[in-house]
């Protein structure tokens, strides 16, 4: 069955769960429900989506597996081999999906300085290599944010939209053209896709951005449940997980401070499990929650401003006003599940 909910288009991970405008409603891939083992290997089975073999594998003891550093993902970048065919505009030469992505970013970066006062905090746990950037959606702008402000050395991705033809609108024309869309559909074989997509985003070195609560929400100094797409997708592919605060953004003001804060990385490595995941996106939530814990809401700027922060935002059903009524839990009533990964200490990761 499909529910509808609310989201926004990029950077929501995909699911079988679609939102009532056609974008993913959450971040949620559910966990292994069984494993077989045939003549050519093993598969997951991951809800309604089947990863089939012949990807890079997942580590198979989680007590001895090797805590993840980046050059095993770096490594496979440099040959991606069949992988590369997943990456969204994969049949482009390299050097024309980099030269697209650069052209996109600096024009997003031009006019982001320009029409607002964006800030980069904790350039420090930049990670050099792919990893999963796990972000609290206040907005529309939020992607538009980290793209202005991410290094450039580095593409940066985003899940969304839920599209089978991304060619088909102006709107998709220009996220395809650029690159920074990973598009899926709720089509099972698309859904496989779009997991073997985040895999070559990985592969390629590449970044992905996921809003782990699967929607936008009102609220500064709030957050909304995570979704378990984020943790699952870093556990796959052992990269590690980046918390990031974004502050500002619930109201589009000219010229308004927009700042977005990158937390610790979270290590990853054994292989992913129900239980793993479960205690990694509580980890990943109770981190983003301290990150978030002293913003405050703005007021309201004036009726300009909130038109053009609103055209934008689906609030769906009653709108702001009843988004506004709309909480995330106190973090005493997110159980921490004993830890059962490497603690991300430092110098674990190359710092960019």
């Given amino acids: 069955m499909i529910h509808h909910t609310n989201t926004l288009p990029l950077g929501v991970l ?11 409603s959450c971040a949620s891939i559910r966990m292994v429900v069984s494993r077989r083992r045939e003549a050519s290997g093993e598969a997951e089975f991951v809800n309604a989506v089947r990863v089939e073999p012949g990807e890079p594998p997942v580590a198979s003891n989680a007590a001895t597996a090797p805590a993840p550093t980046t050059s095993a993902p770096l490594a ?6 069949s992988s590369e065919r997943y990456l969204v505009l994969g049949e482009l030469p390299g050097w024309r999906r980099r030269l697209r992505y650069r052209l996109t970013q600096q024009f997003v970066r031009l006019y982001g300085h320009l029409l607002f006062r964006l800030r980069l905090e904790g350039r420090e746990h930049l990670v050099d290599g792919p990893a999963v950037y796990c972000f609290n959606h206040l907005g529309w702008l939020d992607p538009l944010a980290m793209l202005a402000v991410f290094p450039p050395s580095r593409q940066l991705y985003f899940y969304g939209p839920n599209e089978e033809d991304m060619r088909r609108g102006a709107k998709n024309r220009l996220m395809w053209w650029s690159g920074i869309a990973v598009p899926f559909s709720s089509d099972r074989d698309a859904l496989i896709t779009s997991v073997r997509r985040a895999q070559a985003v990985f592969d390629s070195g590449g970044l992905l951005a996921i809003s782990g ?20 997708l870093a556990l796959r592919a052992r990269v590690p ?11 589009a003001r ?12 979270i290590a990853t490595g054994p292989r992913p499990t129900r239980e793993l995941v479960a205690a990694y996106t509580a980890r990943t939530w109770h981190a983003l929650r301290a990150m978030v814990a002293e913003d405050r809401d703005a007021a309201p700027p004036g009726a300009i401003a909130r038109w053009f922060t609103d055209l934008f935002n689906d609030w769906g059903p009653g709108g702001r006003p009843a988004a506004n009524e709309v909480r995330g839990p106190r973090p005493e ?20």
Avoid: C, K, M
């Fill in 241 to 251: 997980i980046v918390p990031v605060a974004i502050t500002g953004t619930s109201w």
């Fill in 14 to 24: 995909p699911t079988v769960t679609i939102g009532r405008n056609g974008w993913p």
């Fill in 76 to 81: 496979r970048a440099r040959s991606l081999g």
């Fill in 333 to 352: 009533d997110v159980p921490l599940p004993p830890w059962p990964g490497p603690s991300a200490r430092a110098g674990e990761f190359p710092r960019r």
């Fill in 254 to 265: 000219f010229r308004g401070a927009i700042r977005i804060r990158l937390g610790e990385p």
């Fill in 213 to 232: 609560e699967g929607r936008i929400h009102v609220h500064e100094g709030d957050l909304l449940p995570l979704q378990e797409g984020p943790a699952y």
